[in-house]
Every structure is written in C-alpha cells, then in structure tokens.
C-alpha cells in the first residue's frame, strides 16, 4: 500500500506524523488542530525541535506563523530557506528550529481547513508540485480521521 493511502486506520496523531515525515524523507514535522477557542493547538511534533520553540508552537494563532497562514489561506505555505526568508510568514522563533525548508499544508474536513500539518528539513529543500499534491492528500486524510474522532 502507497502513502496516503497506509495512513487510514491510523488514528494516533503521532503515528500519523511519524509516516509522513518517513515517507517525505525530512527531520520535523508539526501536527496542530482547531480548538474550539479558535487558536491551533499541537496534538503531535517529530524530530528536535528547542524547549522555546516547542512552547511557542503549543498554541499558534489563525494567519500566525506558517502553520497559521496554512490555515488562513487554507492553501499550502512553503518556505525554501528560514534562515533567510525575509516574507514575514515565518515567525522569528523559526529560525531557531535549525529548519531551513518548511512546507506545512491546511488538514481539510471538506473545504473546511480545521488544522495544520507541517513538514520541515534542516537543508535548502524547494518542495516540488507533486510533493505538495502528496501532503495536501495526506493532511485530508489526517484531517478526516482526526477530526471524526
């Protein structure tokens, strides 16, 4: 069985982050949520990422951040290089990720965005069409399964 397609059946939000950064070949990644306060909280994160970096990302704001703008916009936010981006998208506490590329896509329940799943490698890394296609199909099926359940 292909990616997406093992990840229905999975209903544990780490596992489903663990498949996606494995199958994407990256070192993070991030796994938010709506909350019925209206802010994206965290239900899952891979890889190292810093205590205040961790802190920072609990709760992200809708249009906050690349998690937030994912959602805003519900459309894909991909930044080829933090270290460097001068876009704004990126919140300063990014940078100290030690992440250089970051494509973080909105987790659909129809067209509805109801949370956020983000990818990240620690090298300059430009996410190609099909890749984004690829975690958009994953995130609607980790949106479906986690907001369902």
Not at 85 to 94: F, L, W, Y
Request: some cysteine; proline content about 7%.
């Amino acid at each position: 069985m292909d990616f997406p397609e093992n990840l229905a059946g999975i209903t544990d939000p780490d596992q489903l982050l663990q498949a996606t950064i494995q199958h994407f070949q990256v070192e993070t990644g991030t796994l938010h949520l709506l909350g019925p306060d209206g802010l994206l909280h965290l239900r899952a994160s891979a890889g190292s990422l810093p205590p205040p970096v961790m802190e920072a990302i609990r709760t992200i704001p809708v249009g906050k951040g690349i998690a937030g703008q994912a959602v805003a916009l519900a459309r894909p936010v991909s930044i080829c290089n933090i270290q460097t981006d001068t876009s704004g998208v990126a919140r300063p506490g990014a940078r100290q990720t030690g992440v250089q590329s970051s494509l973080c896509v909105p987790l659909m329940v129809g067209e509805q965005p109801v949370g956020a799943l983000g990818i990240g490698t620690a090298r300059e890394r430009d996410f190609t069409a099909a890749e984004v296609s690829l975690l958009l199909e994953a995130a609607r099926t980790i949106g479906q399964t986690l907001w369902n359940s």
